[in-house]
Nanobody, 128 residues
Framework: QVQLVESGGGLVQAGGSLRLSCAAS????????MGWFRQAPGKEREFVAA????????YYADSVKGRFTISRANAKNTVYLQMNSLNPEDTAVYYC?????????????????????WGQGTQVTVSS
């Protein structure tokens, strides 16, 4: 069993920054990629960013590219999402996810899913 717990969400004004954290516990050694997703009210869940533990590399949705950065803590089962230049369109519940299958070829589509484990989410609200 894998547990993912997000934290760091909150209320921020447009143009501000937040740093989200995802702490993983359990059988984390078999993880191959971690991703961040978000879901705004009335909208479908969308991909935000992902990091590949196996080969390295990070990938971002066009909507957040240049503003958000995904990273991990050294020697810790923790992944971060640094969010800068936030705008009200970024308001959503943010989820971290863990993908457990290894691909023979890591195309960009791999990072969009499917993922095997999900956290419960953390609310990010950006005021205008």
């Amino acid at each position: 069993q894998v547990q993912l717990v997000e934290s760091g969400g909150g209320l921020v004004q447009a143009g501000g920054s937040l740093r989200l954290s995802c702490a993983a516990s359990g059988r984390t050694f078999s993880s191959y990629a971690m991703g961040w997703f978000r879901q705004a009210p009335g909208k479908e869940r969308e991909f935000v960013a992902a990091i590949n533990w196996n080969i390295g590399g990070t990938y971002y949705a066009d909507s957040v590219k240049g503003r958000f950065t995904i990273s991990r803590a050294n020697a810790k089962n923790t992944v971060y999402l640094q969010m800068n230049s936030l705008n009200p369109e970024d308001t959503a519940v943010y989820y971290c996810a863990d993908r457990r299958d290894r691909a023979t070829y890591y195309s960009e589509s791999y990072y969009y899913g499917p993922y095997d484990y999900w956290g419960q989410g953390t609310q990010v609200t950006v005021s205008s």
